[in-house]
């Protein structure tokens, strides 16, 4: 079962009062780059690791009596999945997540210790994952909990930016006029764009996976290339956007960045020893392409790190410089 509306800034305001019901504001920390400094949303501190406990909970809550005895089912390679379970959890609904075989171990089996059960399927070989979606909601009459084609999904997501815009006014006096993301399937982004009307909206992908960045180009939805590069940032690894993200793109982002490899694993490092956070590479994605100096910083520049779930010994080889 789907249920379609469009996004709104209202809609983001009603999610960030009810994450802000059961969930602390995340940290924003201030980090000095060349003598300026920006201001890191540590979404990688979330219970679940990443800021995508948000619109799972916005989602699930919104859910009538007969919806959360049906179930929901979530498609996420592992942070959507872990919010969508964690939310599922908490109100006694019953969860199934659609889940890749190469998904990071730690995210599996995070997802299942939440109590979710996991559907694989195979992005390698090329299965698409919203078909097998498809066939799992229609078996089971659940609910799609989309990772990032959903209005819910999208408004909480999006209180992310309302709680940058409250901290940002005490510490640095004033809100964020640029605000720089990792994007995968453009939810985040399309979330802050909604919850930041006045700032720049800037989303950054992984190299080979800028489908997002060429469809604000093109004007127009445009998929990864099939024979894209494989990508540490599987928090990223989306096919292409969907309609319903694109429309609140195109409005408010002019243009998209890329990280390469290198410049997300300097981030990931650079995290770690000066912020003290584990930073999973597409967590990292947005750090990157700052710290790169793809971007014009503002008076007061905004960076989510928007995940943190890595597996160990990845983190462990990043952190050695062997990648």
């Not at 889940?99 to 995070?110: E, F, G, I, N, Q």
């Not at 989303?203 to 590069?229: M, Q």
């Amino acid at each position: 079962m789907t249920i379609t509306r469009e996004p709104t800034a209202a809609g983001v305001a009603i999610a960030a009062r009810k994450v802000a019901e059961i969930l602390p504001a995340t940290p924003l920390l201030p980090l000095e780059i060349d003598g300026r400094t920006i201001w890191c949303k540590a979404e990688s501190l979330q219970p679940v690791g990443a800021f995508k406990i948000r619109g799972a909970w916005h989602r699930l809550t919104d859910l009538d009596e007969a919806q959360r005895g049906a179930g929901v089912v979530g498609v996420s390679s592992g942070n959507h999945a872990q919010g969508v379970a964690w939310a599922a959890q908490r109100l006694g609904i019953t969860a199934t997540i659609v889940m890749p075989v190469d998904a990071p171990a730690v995210k599996l089996a995070s997802t299942r210790a939440l109590g979710a059960e996991v559907v694989l399927y195979d992005r390698p070989g090329g299965e698409d994952r919203d078909e097998v979606a498809r066939r799992e909601c229609e078996k089971r009459g659940a609910v799609l909990v989309h990772a990032f084609a959903d209005a819910w999904v999208i408004e909480g997501q999006g209180s992310t930016g309302i709680e940058i815009t409250a901290q940002m006014q005490a510490l640095a006096g004033g809100a964020p006029d640029l605000v720089v993301a990792p994007c995968g399937g453009g939810g985040l982004t399309a979330g802050l764009a909604l919850a930041c009307p006045d700032a720049r909206i800037v989303p950054v992908e992984p190299e080979g996976w800028d489908d997002v960045c060429r469809s604000l180009v093109a004007g127009r939805i445009l998929p990864v290339d099939p024979f894209a590069p494989p990508t540490a940032c599987d928090a990223l690894q989306t096919p292409s956007t969907k309609p319903i993200t694109f429309a609140v793109l195109k409005q408010r982002c002019s243009f998209g960045l890329v990280a390469t490899p290198a410049e997300v694993r300097a981030a990931q490092r650079l995290a770690f020893a000066k912020l003290r956070l584990v930073l999973e590479p597409g967590g990292a994605a947005a750090l990157a392409a700052v710290l790169a100096g793809k971007v014009e910083l503002g008076e007061r520049t905004a960076v989510v790190l928007s995940g943190g779930n890595t597996d160990a010994e990845a983190f462990v080889r990043v952190l050695a410089g062997e990648d």
